[in-house]
């Protein structure tokens, strides 16, 4: 759709809040003039103003599509995320991404001398190394 009813399709579906607003600030000054009632105008002002636009909105606002946190493919490290992010990306080369994953696994093994319990640092590197075959593919 292009021309004037495209742009009436858009304004409806982006711009509906001002376009209520903006009838409901009409049907309130026009309701006294048409009934001859005065209290009209504050009355359909604070329902259509107050009451309905919010409930409105509230219906209609979308909903969030993936919670970055929830991610699958997350690790749980912010710093490792961002990395691979980067490299999947391609603003980082292979060597590059290798070089800085050494340096950020090299931090956590300095973080994990005190967990006698697990190889975290090994699980880690074996699933980055996993997720750089999986991206090369």
Known sequence: MTG?????AWNLRHR???MFALCVVGAGVAAPLLTGVWWWLPLVWFFGLAILLPVLHTLTKPVPDDDPDDRADATGDPA???LRERYARGEIDETEFERKLDRLLETE????VDDPGGDVADRVREGV???VERIRE
């Open 4 to 8: 004037l009813p495209g742009r009436i």
């Open 16 to 18: 509906w809040r001002r």
């Open 80 to 82: 490792l995320d961002a």
């Open 109 to 112: 093994d300095a973080e994990t």
């Open 129 to 131: 190394r996993r997720e």
